[in-house]
């Protein structure tokens, strides 16, 4: 019987990393994608369907202050691929739990964007083993939402000499 894969969440910034060809991030990125897209891989990459919504636009564009048709059409292209990405709806259930991590960080004297907060729900929902980002404020939620938050990363092979 196959091992169940690893749900992975991917935040939108690590969408943008990958648009924007950050090149310090780029071969884990790929890595994780391949893996994913693998009917052998060992993972399975999700995100909130907000993310198409987030990732509009490259940096590059943005800094030039011209968009790219060929720019759109790639991140058109993230989210056809159902094989290596699968997206998820909101619904409301994500908008209570989403809120309920906003209200438990003010508790604690902490902020949170409603995005980001949607995004942390979407994959406490999802029971993900890990969410990827590489927004750091993030990272002190990781005790509150019951799965490790981090930035992206591949273990990589020993070699036994």
């Known amino acids: ?8 969440y991917w935040d939108a910034n690590v ?3 990958y648009i924007n060809g950050e090149a310090s991030r780029l071969p ?11 009917p052998k891989g060992n993972i399975e990459i999700y995100t909130s369907e907000m993310s198409e919504v987030e ?3 490259a940096k590059f564009e943005q800094d030039n202050k011209a968009l790219d048709p060929d720019i759109e059409k790639q991140i058109d292209e993230l989210w056809t691929d159902r094989d290596t990405l699968k997206t998820v709806e909101y619904h409301h259930a994500i908008g209570i739990e989403a809120r309920a991590i906003i209200r438990l960080g003010i508790d604690k004297g902490w902020q ?5 907060a949607i995004h942390l729900a979407t994959a406490r929902r999802l029971q993900v083993a890990e969410f ?3 927004d750091k404020r993030l990272l002190k939620y990781s005790n509150d939402v019951g799965f490790v938050i981090t930035e992206p990363y591949v273990i990589q092979p020993r070699f036994i000499s």
């Open 1 to 8: 019987m196959p091992s169940q894969r690893q749900r992975i």
């Open 15 to 17: 969408w943008l990393s």
């Open 28 to 38: 884990v990125l790929d890595a994780l994608l391949a893996d994913s897209s693998s």
């Open 55 to 57: 990732v509009a636009f």
């Open 112 to 116: 949170l964007k409603p995005l980001d």
């Open 132 to 134: 990827h980002t590489y």
